[in-house]
Nanobody, 117 residues
Framework: QVQLVESGGGLVQPGGSLRLSCTAS????????MGWYRQAPGKQRELVAI???????NYAESAKGRFSASRDNAKNTMYLQMNSLKPEDTAVYYC???????????WGQGTQVTVSS
């Protein structure tokens, strides 16, 4: 059974930082393209960052320069370091895992990030 479990969300003031984690089980983690997505109230889910098995990364424009994705294949875990957070970063952040060529993959349950003073 595949599980993706996010953690690290919470309430933070504008300009603050958070580090999200996504731990996977039931998959050969090192073979998967891992992604962070987010969904704000009333908006569609959007890509934040992806990281390939080889470690190549792509970021949404809104995340460039502020967020950094990484992965530790030995721990089956992906991270998202978020700095200089803004109120517009408030959303539920989801972890996603898929293999190359798949139309879709697996989703975590999400973790809430709220940026507010």
């Amino acid at each position: 059974q595949v599980q993706l479990v996010e953690s690290g969300g919470g309430l933070v003031q504008p300009g603050g930082s958070l580090r999200l984690s996504c731990t996977a089980s039931g998959i050969i983690f090192s073979r998967y393209i891992m992604g962070w997505y987010r969904q704000a109230p009333g908006k569609q889910r959007e890509l934040v960052a992806i990281i390939t098995p080889a470690g190549s990364k792509n970021y949404a424009e809104s995340a460039k320069g502020r967020f950094s994705a990484s992965r530790d294949n030995a721990k089956n875990t992906m991270y998202l370091q978020m700095n200089s957070l803004k109120p517009e970063d408030t959303a539920v952040y989801y972890c996603h895992a898929k293999q190359a060529g798949w139309a879709d993959g697996y989703w975590g349950q999400g973790t809430q990030v709220t940026v507010s003073s």
